[in-house]
């Protein structure tokens, strides 16, 4: 019994060591391969402070495709680090600045606001269990241990915890060996043709209720206050727009106006200035999809916009 007990310790150690051997590798492999999760970026950004990061969803994420925020850039004189994410609501946008500002810092956040993250779980809680941005995601011990308090005081799923801790879904990632690129940044110089059935369907993708769930989007209001609080408190200036769209896709998203009007008076309460940029750049050669500006649009919107928003905020 004395041996086999022996002989199982020496199992179970042989295995954690292989695990561990394989995780390392995993953890290797991922920072060869790392490009635009948001984590990645503020692991490999260097000891630089930044003058602006950006932050929001899949809206935002044109402004650092195809090195073109190195564009702003230049055109800007501003040090830009974009840590915008696909689907990211204010929950993840909070973990994600104030992970950034634990390590870096910033003079000014540019927060690119889309009305959907506001109205569910999809985009917030639910965000941090997402397998395609854990497997991007360095394992930091400072940060496992942020994620445990996101878990046990913002309603985030203990096994999105215990997926970054372990590393699975790194370990079991299929693209493990290509450069980590939104499916969108391969459309960048894409003209899309206008399709009203293509329109519908992202519609319903992002806002599948008829009517935002009340007590949701009050949840992330106070979570996007929250985010307010933090930039004051670090003493970051903060901007908020909301990125163009074209103007068919614009109509037909629900309760935009009751959305627009709840947020401007949050933003005007607080003194953080609000630019909706959502019907500047209208021309349909502008976008790669129904709704994410393609290379031309990107360079339109910053001649004739963000380019002021930068050098006037």
């Given at each position: 019994?004395?041996?086999?007990?022996?002989?199982?310790?020496?199992?179970?150690?042989?295995?954690?060591?292989?695990?561990?051997?394989?995780?390392?590798?995993?953890?290797?492999?991922?920072?060869?391969?790392?490009?635009?999760?948001?984590?990645?970026?503020?692991?490999?950004?260097?000891?630089?402070?930044?003058?602006?990061?950006?932050?929001?969803?899949?809206?935002?994420?044109?402004?650092?495709?195809?090195?073109?925020?190195?564009?702003?850039?230049?055109?800007?004189?501003?040090?830009?680090?974009?840590?915008?994410?696909?689907?990211?609501?204010?929950?993840?946008?909070?973990?994600?600045l104030e992970y950034f500002l634990s390590r870096h810092r910033t003079d000014n956040l540019l927060y690119v606001l889309d009305s959907f993250a506001f109205y569910s779980p999809v985009w917030n809680e639910e965000r941090f269990g997402d397998a395609k941005l854990l497997r991007r995601t360095p394992f930091e011990p400072v940060l496992a241990r942020r994620f445990l308090d996101y878990c046990m005081n913002e309603g985030v799923d203990g096994f999105a915890l215990l997926d970054y801790v372990t590393g699975f879904s790194k370990l079991n990632n299929r693209e493990r060996f290509r450069r980590d690129v939104w499916e969108g940044?391969?459309?960048?110089?894409?003209?899309?043709?206008?399709?009203?059935?293509?329109?519908?369907?992202?519609?319903?993708?992002?806002?599948?209720?008829?009517?935002?769930?009340?007590?949701?989007?009050?949840?992330?209001?106070?979570?996007?206050?929250?985010?307010?609080?933090?930039?004051?408190?670090?003493?970051?200036?903060?901007?908020?727009?909301?990125?163009?769209?074209?103007?068919?896709?614009?109509?037909?998203?629900?309760?935009?106006?009751?959305?627009?009007?709840?947020?401007?008076?949050?933003?005007?309460?607080?003194?953080?200035?609000?630019?909706?940029?959502?019907?500047?750049?209208?021309?349909?050669?502008?976008?790669?999809?129904?709704?994410?500006?393609?290379?031309?649009?990107?360079?339109?919107?910053?001649?004739?916009?963000?380019?002021?928003?930068?050098?006037?905020?």
């Amino acid at each position: 019994m004395k041996h086999l007990g022996k002989s199982s310790v020496l199992f179970v150690a042989i295995g954690l060591l292989l695990y561990a051997g394989v995780y390392y590798a995993a953890e290797r492999l991922m920072y060869r391969m790392g490009d635009s999760n948001p984590f990645f970026k503020i692991a490999t950004a260097g000891d630089h402070s930044q003058d602006w990061v950006i932050l929001g969803a899949s809206h935002a994420m044109p402004l650092d495709f195809d090195e073109f925020n190195a564009v702003m850039e230049r055109e800007t004189g501003q040090r830009i680090l974009n840590l915008a994410a696909p689907g990211a609501g204010p929950l993840y946008n909070r973990f994600v600045l104030e992970y950034f500002l634990s390590r870096h810092r910033t003079d000014n956040l540019l927060y690119v606001l889309d009305s959907f993250a506001f109205y569910s779980p999809v985009w917030n809680e639910e965000r941090f269990g997402d397998a395609k941005l854990l497997r991007r995601t360095p394992f930091e011990p400072v940060l496992a241990r942020r994620f445990l308090d996101y878990c046990m005081n913002e309603g985030v799923d203990g096994f999105a915890l215990l997926d970054y801790v372990t590393g699975f879904s790194k370990l079991n990632n299929r693209e493990r060996f290509r450069r980590d690129v939104w499916e969108g940044e391969i459309k960048f110089d894409r003209i899309f043709r206008p399709s009203a059935t293509a329109d519908r369907q992202r519609i319903a993708y992002l806002y599948p209720a008829a009517a935002p769930d009340p007590e949701a989007f009050s949840r992330y209001l106070r979570v996007f206050t929250a985010l307010i609080d933090t930039t004051r408190r670090e003493g970051v200036r903060l901007v908020v727009i909301k990125m163009p769209v074209p103007a068919r896709f614009h109509s037909q998203i629900p309760n935009e106006a009751a959305f627009d009007n709840a947020i401007s008076g949050l933003l005007a309460s607080q003194q953080v200035p609000f630019h909706d940029f959502s019907l500047a750049v209208n021309e349909p050669r502008f976008y790669f999809d129904t709704d994410h500006l393609n290379r031309a649009g990107v360079t339109e919107f910053l001649s004739r916009h963000l380019k002021a928003t930068f050098a006037q905020d």
